[in-house]
T-cell receptor, first 112, second 115 residues
Framework: DQQVKQNSPSLSVQEGRISILNCDYT??????FLWYKKYPAEGPTFLIS?????DKNEDGRFTVFLNKSAKHLSLHIVPSQPGDSAVYFC???????????FGKGTRLHILP | EPEVTQTPSHQVTQMGQEVILRCVPI?????FYWYRQILGQKVEFLVS????????KSEIFDDQFSVERPDGSNFTLKIRSTKLEDSAMYFC?????????????FGSGTQLSVL
């Protein structure tokens, strides 16, 4: 069962343009959403999060949007930089749980 | 910057053998986790551990799996009798507090290959 879905396995974006990574979820009990970034041979690292009581959270070049009615969230990176090339995991959790449920990831390539 | 350390980075074993994957969490962290990622699949939660006991586990974490904090610094995952489908990247993680999901630090992983 895929409670967190990232339907685009990969995405290529020109340097300087906006990268938009999408994520859908099925569990309406999720109340906290996170994006992780992963480079090869490293573990996932936390990037940005959003609580279900908000619809937007911004941190520098990164903004996460949450649309609860559509059970959809997106990560915007602007402007995209070469160092942003990595695998991005969307993740979600229920506040009462220890576990985080991850999507399969989207590999982002920033083109020069 | 403090980091979660995992050893070994690669482990090859024969089916049916026992393996122990080792982790040194960040020193002031109290919550410890194991996740795994089968090639091409999502990162999956296995188990969380706090105060010397399992606080939550997934259905993947069956009787073949066990975790231990044998001393004040190490956190281990043991697979008693490995199966081919246990081949995956295993990530250890730690956090200061249970609710600090954004402050969950992952190690670089141990790639387990079961032959």
């Amino acid at each position: 069962d895929q409670q967190v879905k990232q339907n685009s396995p990969s995405l290529s974006v020109q340097e300087g343009r906006i990268s938009i990574l999408n994520c859908d979820y099925t569990n309406s009990m999720f109340d906290y959403f996170l994006w992780y970034k992963k480079y090869p041979a490293e573990g996932p690292t936390f990037l940005i999060s959003i609580s279900s009581i908000k619809d937007k959270n911004e941190d520098g070049r990164f903004t996460v949007f949450l649309n609860k009615s559509a059970k959809h969230l997106s990560l915007h990176i602007v402007p995209s930089q070469p160092g942003d090339s990595a695998v991005y995991f969307c993740a979600a959790s229920e506040n009462r749980d220890d576990k985080i449920i991850f999507g399969k990831g989207t590999r982002l390539h920033i083109l020069p | 910057e403090p980091e979660v350390t995992q050893t070994p980075s690669h482990q090859v074993t024969q089916m049916g053998q026992e393996v122990i994957l080792r982790c040194v969490p960040i020193s002031n962290h109290l919550y410890f986790y194991w996740y795994r990622q089968i090639l091409g699949q999502k990162v999956e939660f296995l188990v969380s551990f706090y105060n010397n006991e399992i606080s939550e586990k997934s259905e993947i974490f069956d009787d073949q799996f066990s975790v231990e904090r044998p001393d004040g610094s190490n956190f281990t995952l043991k697979i008693r009798s490995t199966k081919l489908e246990d081949s995956a990247m295993y990530f250890c993680a730690s956090s200061e507090a249970r609710s600090s999901k954004e402050k969950l630090f992952f190690g670089s992983g141990t790639q387990l290959s079961v032959l």
